[in-house]
């Protein structure tokens, strides 16, 4: 045994401490989460990720960008995964699941305590939030003209409307499949056989679509502008947008609104495999979804989230948005997306 008594000595075991120590830090392990960027990066970089950080020992970084762009990095690297979850929207997570690029999460307390449509696929993925997608109109429009609220997805083919409709592309836009969906539907059309909502389209909708978006960034611009006097959109995006002084409202269509989840999984075959279920199940936690829906407005699937104030307003409102609202088939729509998609791009943005 080494004797501390001489200077020599005590300098040497100093020393190695310190290495020691330095090497825990450089143990520091980091896992990547694809996300959406934006506004809920910044809600879980800042708010969310910390005390899972703490715990474990750990930095989480996200790789943003949208589901179909987070979806095609995890299909590049399947064979050596570079992320260890993903957050995409629900239909394309249904797509992720069915590619084999999730793996089943384990077991834990946070599972049972979630909203039944939050379970996808005997949980190889599950909600993280769950909102719904109805319309938003720009209120300064809408009162320079002296129009009426809107309350029927049948609005958006009101003629007094003409060129004022912004509408997001179906093949790139979750907002735009719904809305599209919820209209096919009130033309008789169900969400495996879309004839009907297409055939009614050019007559209807059509003539009061400005421009056909790719995704939802310019929804903001558009609104300012005075460009975008209705659309698409959900409450947690428009209550966003309020924040920043755009001139927007959320209506919940009276024939309902569609359900609309974010979904996380766990990435297959990624190199931190036991950590990656931790974190899938800390987000789960009441604690990371009260996180999320305090400081952005996420609304959580567990159903144990308890919440006080202008956060538990917000939770009563969204959750009586989601009662009424309809889940639909992603089974039944993925199986078709492609060719509703191509149909699209050749009929009605051509």
């Known amino acids: ?24 830090q450089a143990q520091t392990r980091t896992l990547y989460i694809g996300m959406n960027g934006g506004n809920m990066e910044k809600t879980f970089t800042q708010a969310v990720f910390g005390p899972f950080e703490q715990k474990y020992n750990v930095k989480i970084a996200v790789v943003p960008g949208g589901s179909a762009d987070i979806l095609a990095k995890a299909q590049a690297a399947k064979d050596k ?3 260890h979850l993903m957050f995409l929207d629900d239909g394309v997570m249904y797509r992720a699941v069915g590619m084999g690029l999730c793996e089943k999460q384990k077991p834990n307390a946070n599972l049972a305590n ?7 696929k005997d949980d190889m993925a599950t909600g993280v939030t769950i909102s719904v997608t109805g319309l938003a109109y720009n209120t300064k429009v809408y009162a320079e003209k002296g129009w009426a609220p ?31 969906l919820a209209f096919n539907q009130l033309k008789g059309g169900t969400d495996a056989n879309v004839d009907p909502g297409f055939k009614a389209w050019p007559s209807t909708i059509g003539p009061n679509v400005l421009e056909y978006i790719s995704n939802s960034a310019k929804i903001s611009e558009m609104a300012q502008t005075g460009e975008a006097a209705l659309f698409p959109y959900t409450p947690t995006q428009s209550t966003i947008l309020k924040s920043k002084g755009v001139p927007v409202e959320y209506v919940q269509p009276k024939e309902g609104a569609i359900v609309l989840m974010v979904a996380q999984c766990v990435i297959a075959n990624n190199t931190e495999p036991q950590l990656a279920q931790e974190l899938a199940a800390y987000l789960l936690s009441p ?23 202008p956060a538990a307003t917000e939770q009563a409102r969204m959750n009586g948005f989601v009662k009424a609202a309809r889940a639909v088939d992603w089974d039944e729509i993925n ?12 009929t009605i943005e051509r």
């Open 114 to 120: 979630l909203l039944p449509v939050a379970h996808i």
């Open 81 to 83: 995964p570079q992320m």
């Open 1 to 24: 045994m080494m004797s501390l008594s001489r200077p020599g000595a005590l300098a040497a075991a100093l020393g190695m401490t310190l290495l020691a120590c330095g090497g825990a």
């Open 150 to 180: 809107p309350t029927s997805w049948l609005d958006l083919a009101d003629p007094k409307l003409k060129g004022r409709v912004v509408f997001q592309s179906l093949p790139s836009s979750t907002f735009g499949l719904h809305a599209f």
């Open 335 to 346: 199986k078709n997306r492609a060719v509703w998609n191509t149909r699209w791009s050749r």
């Open 287 to 309: 604690q990371a979804q009260a996180l999320a829906l305090e400081n952005g407005n996420y609304n959580p699937t567990n159903t144990k989230v308890q919440v006080s104030g």
